[in-house]
T-cell receptor
Framework: DGGITQSPKYLFRKEGQNVTLSCEQN?????MYWYRQDPGQGLRLIYY???????QKGDIAEGYSVSREKKESFPLTVTSAQKNPTAFYLC????????????????FGPGTRLTVT | AQTVTQSQPEMSVQEAETVTLSCTYD???????LFWYKQPPSRQMILVIR??????QNATENRFSVNFQKAAKSFSLKISDSQLGDAAMYFC????????????FGTGTRLTIIP
């Protein structure tokens, strides 16, 4: 089955600790994304990567870090510098850009609910 | 910067009836994509329908169709013959074409189906 997996589904951490959220895809997609979802605010882009070993900041990158060492994996680290880390985090992937007449619709994983106390 | 606005935080519809969810967006681009995503209580984001801005014909997917008004920058979703399984949050999203795959989302509309 092709798809995107995120683990764990629920994650609890103490304030001041870094935590890494996992995202893996076997869709052979080049691009991967991390979004954060808060009540009443829709989804906001944290980081995205269009190719291995390269990534760009999204709209709310402060307090987060990512790596893209493999095409299939795009882990997100929520650092202690993130002021309000409790949220629902969604990972997505899509085909690469730059090809005319190609749709770039994003496929989403099931999400991770992070609670920091 | 692109913005997407969904002005209806909540909507409800009787089962088997038709409902229309509104979305407007702001962009200076001429080529882009628009999407409607559904998020049921499981919180899995599911693509419902997409529209390419260069296509004049409105997209349809079974009971789901859109009314795309490019000049007005409006992109509404019509759900016909509403079913209990349609109950969810619906998000409108914008994506610039050719090179920037970032999705810009609206704040969502919660759709309730009344049996």
């Amino acid at each position: 089955d092709g798809g995107i997996t995120q683990s764990p589904k629920y994650l609890f951490r103490k304030e001041g600790q870094n935590v890494t959220l996992s995202c893996e895809q076997n869709l052979n997609h080049d691009a991967m994304y991390w979004y954060r979802q808060d009540p009443g605010q829709g989804l906001r882009l944290i980081y995205y990567s269009q190719i291995v070993n390269d990534f760009q900041k999204g709209d709310i990158a402060e307090g987060y870090s990512v790596s893209r060492e493999k095409k299939e994996s795009f882990p997100l680290t929520v650092t202690s510098a993130q002021k309000n880390p409790t949220a629902f985090y969604l990972c997505a992937s899509s085909m690469a850009s730059g090809r005319a007449e190609t749709t770039y619709e994003q496929y989403f994983g099931p999400g991770t609910r992070l609670t920091v106390t | 910067a692109q913005t997407v606005t969904q002005s209806q935080p909540e909507m409800s519809v009787q089962e088997a009836e038709t409902v229309t969810l509104s979305c407007t967006y702001d962009t200076s681009e001429s080529d882009y994509y628009l999407f409607w995503y559904k998020q049921p209580p499981s919180r899995q984001m599911i693509l419902v329908i997409r529209q390419e801005a260069y296509k004049q014909q409105n997209a349809t997917e079974n009971r789901f169709s859109v009314n795309f008004q490019k000049a007005a920058k409006s992109f509404s979703l019509k759900i016909s013959d509403s079913q209990l399984g349609d109950a969810a949050m619906y998000f409108c999203a914008y994506q610039k074409n050719f090179g920037n795959e970032k999705l810009t989302f609206g704040t969502g509309t919660r759709l309730t189906i009344i049996p």
